[in-house]
């Protein structure tokens, strides 16, 4: 199973001249609000599936995506497992964002409880307090944890990801 653990800096830049991969969304990550002095509005693109769906009389509940490419979505319609191409429009938005540095980072090394559990995507961890618990709890105390992870880490300064 691939997961990658790391712990990002928020940091003040210019938003003009930097990259999407070293930023972070404050609407796909609510919890980090404490960092929203932080934050600019930086233009994201989205695919407007829901609309593409109401225009086939379907809602987003009535299936499930089995493959998306170049910008064509085929879907499997739940209540008769008949196949479907979905073209939707693009919608441009603007979303807050921080700008992050990566100051450790740690690869594998969960035990299955981590999984089962379903906290691989969970929210991101501003705590040393819940930190400490998943090193205990899903990483068993493990050396490499804490090298990578928690001696790096600096409660009300940066925040751990699970991804």
């Known amino acids: 199973m691939g997961l990658d653990v790391s712990v990002y800096r928020?940091?003040?830049v210019n938003?003009?001249?930097i990259s999407l991969e070293s930023?972070?969304?404050l609407e796909d990550c609510p919890e980090l609000k404490p960092f929203s002095a932080l934050a600019f509005p930086k233009e994201e693109k989205f695919y407007d599936l829901?609309?593409?769906a109401?225009?086939?009389g379907l809602s987003l509940e009535d299936f499930e995506i089995i493959l998306v490419y170049d910008g064509l979505f085929k879907v499997r319609v739940t209540k008769d497992g008949s196949t479907l191409e979905l073209t939707p429009g693009i919608v441009v938005m603007t979303v807050m964002h921080i700008a992050v540095e990566e100051v450790g980072y740690q690869r594998?090394?969960?035990n299955q409880k981590f999984y089962d559990e379903g906290i691989a995507g969970s929210p991101c961890i501003l705590d040393r307090k819940t930190l400490m618990e998943h090193w205990e709890k899903y990483f068993d105390s493990s050396k490499e944890f804490k090298h990578n992870i928690?001696?790096?880490f600096v409660e009300g300064e940066m925040f751990v990801v699970y991804c």
């Open 23 to 25: 930023t972070v969304s």
């Open 108 to 110: 594998r090394g969960a």
């Open 54 to 56: 109401a225009a086939e």
């Open 50 to 52: 829901e609309k593409a």
């Open 15 to 17: 938003p003009l001249a």
């Open 10 to 12: 928020p940091v003040s």
């Open 150 to 152: 928690i001696d790096k």
